[in-house]
């Protein structure tokens, strides 16, 4: 009676029992700093479940850095800040990847693995840059300059990523922006990190007006307040914040560069100008360091949950779909980011 048996395997799978308890023990090692113990016997159940069935399916979760410790450090395969995640899409011998991450994580995961079932487990999990263009915005923009490259965030929709000559991250923006060898380059969405990128290159860039929400919020005086109170503190800031907040700051980086930063120079008191879930994710890892949190919440990747991984990997929904056509011009796009390229080439 197959349908007895699921009902009294979730029923069971689900208890905080002795052996989810064994099992998960190493687990709540990791991140006993930032989950407290009450909190624990919700989400063992569900770790160890998806654990069991990761292994079943042969599939993959891939875990951007904002992800909320129980899913960072207890059922991620693969962590990391964007251009990580798009490097292990392309490498992965997994069945099935689901993204714990934003929607344009799943979609670039999708065109780097056409033949893969990608699955996202809540398809609200957007992104204010990804939503801020079109391709249509693109077509006129390369109307407007022809014969000037396209370099596009990852933080964008396929149809946007098959319009560029080459996408970038936060992390390579500088390097891919300066590869190009030409004089001028269009670098969109997001206007903070074109701002940004352009004290670092020699080139003209022209951007467009997209911003992240969660990082547009921080602002001069927060960072000059957050000094005043915690004397010494090291501030590391992304570069989606703007030119003005990078300038207060002590080292701009991509998330994975900030978490770089921290495991290099151990700095005794630090605070990290990013999403929540940073800061509880490297204070996981280096219990020794004072982390001041004063962070903003990005509501799309807070969509992500370990139920609705959990809700994923059981049936193996929702899917993400790339139409073919749109996928080959992306994955050229997202291919020249991770090989390297030059214009014209
Ligand atoms: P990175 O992890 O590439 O730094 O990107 C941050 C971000 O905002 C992703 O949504
Ligand atoms: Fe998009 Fe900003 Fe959220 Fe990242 S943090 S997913 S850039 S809105």
Redesign the pocket.
């Known amino acids: 009676m197959n349908v007895v048996n699921t009902t009294h395997r979730a029923a069971t799978a689900l208890s905080f029992t002795s052996e989810v308890e064994r099992n998960t023990a190493h687990l709540y090692e990791k991140v006993k700093k930032v989950i407290p113990a009450v909190e624990w016997p919700v989400f063992a159940p569900m770790i160890d479940r998806i654990n069991r069935l990761k292994a079943e399916k042969n599939a993959v979760i891939l875990g951007?850095n904002?992800m909320t410790p129980e899913i960072f450090h207890c059922v991620a395969d693969i962590t990391g800040d964007?251009l990580a995640l798009a490097r292990s899409a392309a490498k992965t011998e997994a069945d099935i990847i689901v993204m714990a991450?934003?929607h344009?994580?799943a979609e670039t995961a999708k065109i780097m693995n056409p033949s893969k079932k990608v699955l996202i487990p809540n398809s609200g999990?957007?992104?204010?840059?990804?939503e801020a263009i079109t391709a249509e915005d693109v077509r006129k923009l390369k109307a407007q300059y022809p014969g000037v490259p396209v370099v596009t965030y990852v933080?964008t929709s396929a149809d946007v990523k098959a319009e560029a000559d080459i996408c970038c991250t936060s992390a390579n923006a500088a390097q891919i922006v300066e590869g190009l060898g030409t004089p001028r380059v269009i670098m969109l969405p997001?206007e903070y990190l074109a701002l940004n990128t352009a004290k670092q290159v020699k080139c003209e860039i022209i951007t467009w007006k997209g911003r992240?929400?969660?990082?547009e919020q921080f602002s001069p005086a927060d960072i000059r307040g957050l000094r005043e109170t915690n004397p010494g503190v090291v501030v590391l800031a992304?570069p989606?914040c703007s030119p003005e907040v990078v300038a207060e700051c002590d080292f701009t980086g991509s998330t994975a560069g900030m978490i770089d930063y921290v495991a290099k120079n151990k700095p005794p008191k630090v605070v990290l100008i990013?999403?929540c879930s940073m800061s509880d994710n490297v204070a996981a890892d280096f219990p020794e360091l004072d982390f001041v949190k004063p962070c903003?919440l990005?509501?799309?990747?807070k969509r992500i949950e370990l139920s609705n991984i959990l809700h994923a990997l059981e049936t193996e929904t929702i899917e993400v779909h790339v139409d073919p056509a749109i996928a080959v011009r992306a994955r050229v796009s997202v291919e020249r980011m991770i090989t390297g390229w030059k214009y014209g080439t």
């Open positions: 951007h904002y964007s991450g934003v344009f994580m999990a957007g992104c204010t840059l990804a933080n997001d992240c929400m969660v990082h992304h989606e990013t999403e903003n990005c509501p799309f990747m």
